[in-house]
């Protein structure tokens, strides 16, 4: 948005319709921040990944199940900045030597 700015601050300056060409650009970005907005309000690691899907410049090289992976990489090495709608519940060694998921006592 073009501006002015001035010893009161900037004040945006009209420009008219939008092309729609570049509307749709711009649509193809909030399409992404939407499911990422989704995600942490519902908690739901998939709405990452589809956004991640979804973006442009993630989805120009490498095959879904690859993109998968890699927001679960992601997700994993950056939990502990992560809402906690977005953690996923402790492991927690049982008695025949593996690991499972703690369920959590309440919300995330």
């Known amino acids: 948005m073009p501006c002015t700015v001035g010893a009161d601050g900037a004040t945006p300056t009209a420009i008219g319709p939008m092309p729609p060409q570049l509307a749709a650009l711009c649509r193809t970005f909030l399409n992404v921040t939407e499911l990422t907005v989704r995600a942490v309000l519902s908690g739901s690691r998939d709405h990452v990944r589809h956004g991640a899907m979804l973006d442009p410049n993630t989805s120009a090289t490498p095959?879904?199940?690859?993109?998968?992976?890699?927001?679960?990489?992601?997700?994993?090495?950056?939990?502990?900045?992560?809402?906690?709608?977005?953690?996923?519940?402790?492991?927690?060694?049982?008695?025949?030597?593996?690991?499972?998921?703690?369920?959590?006592?309440?919300?995330?």
């Open 63 to 108: 095959p879904m199940p690859e993109i998968a992976a890699l927001c679960d990489e992601l997700l994993a090495a950056h939990e502990h900045l992560l809402p906690g709608s977005l953690r996923l519940p402790p492991l927690r060694a049982f008695a025949g030597g593996g690991l499972r998921l703690q369920a959590p006592a309440g919300p995330l």
